[in-house]
């Protein structure tokens, strides 16, 4: 079975800081791996995902992650963050054709 | 943009009560996920669909929950009765038909807020 360890609960940073914030997965066979995001009452949003290839993923808004397969890591980091990225944040694996098992979610909050 | 439709948002519902979410996915999307995510967590999953069919209820406490997409389309969550523990925001996401070696992305609804007094 998979899992998922987001390390850090939350995340304070000042605007225009760089941020990373953590995760760790477990699983015995090959995943996908995602980072979404989500604001206060709605639903989640992709900011980015590895699939293969390039270990380097770029999404939206700036944010990036290294997937490291002897690490099993997924770090998301942006080299510097706004207001607006004020969220929760949340890392996720599936094999194909399965459902998204989510960490318990990184609160990320920055301030000016 | 083709959204995942979800109604209501908000529903306030007593205990032993009866209710019901609704979901539409987008269109062409033939995967439909029900998760539920409590308050500082992360989503969990309940039901998976694949067209009209279960694919993975293994989470469902199939005692008070049940689900159904009876035409492939469009989906309905229902707990009956409700109880206190099922305060949570409830999910729904699709995807695309999953290929084999690939990731299908899902897309997530806006969610209802569930408050059971």
């Known amino acids: 079975a998979q899992s998922v360890t987001q390390l850090d609960s939350q995340v304070p940073v000042f605007e225009e800081a760089p941020v990373e914030l953590r995760c760790n997965y477990s699983?015995?066979?090959?995943?996908?791996l995602f980072w979404y995001v989500q604001y206060p009452n709605q639903g989640l949003q992709l900011l980015l995902k590895?699939?293969?290839?390039?270990?380097l993923v770029k999404g939206i808004n700036g944010f990036e992650a290294e997937f490291n397969k002897s690490q099993t890591s997924f770090h998301l980091r942006k080299p510097s963050v706004h207001i607006s990225d004020t969220a929760e944040y949340f890392c996720a694996v599936k094999k194909a054709g399965t459902a998204l098992i989510f960490g318990k979610g990184t609160t990320l909050s920055v301030s000016s | 943009e083709a959204e995942v439709a979800q109604s209501p948002r908000y529903k306030i519902t007593e205990k032993s009560q009866a209710v019901a979410f609704w979901c539409d996915p987008i269109?062409?999307?033939?995967?439909l996920y029900w998760y539920r995510q409590i308050l500082g967590q992360g989503p969990e999953l309940l039901v998976q669909?694949?067209?009209?069919?279960?694919?993975?209820d293994s989470q469902l406490p199939k005692d008070r929950f049940s689900a159904e997409r009876l035409k492939g389309v469009d989906s309905t969550l229902k707990i009956q009765p409700a109880e206190l523990g099922d305060s949570a925001m409830y999910l729904c996401?699709?995807?695309?038909?999953?290929?084999?070696?690939?990731?299908?992305?899902?897309?997530f609804g806006p969610g209802t807020r569930l408050t059971v007094t």
């Open positions: 996401a699709s995807s695309l038909r999953p290929s084999s070696g690939t990731g299908r992305e899902q897309y």
């Open positions: 699983s015995s066979v090959s995943v996908y």
């Open positions: 269109s062409g999307h033939a995967t």
């Open positions: 590895y699939l293969s290839g390039s270990t």
């Open positions: 669909f694949q067209d009209e069919s279960v694919v993975d």
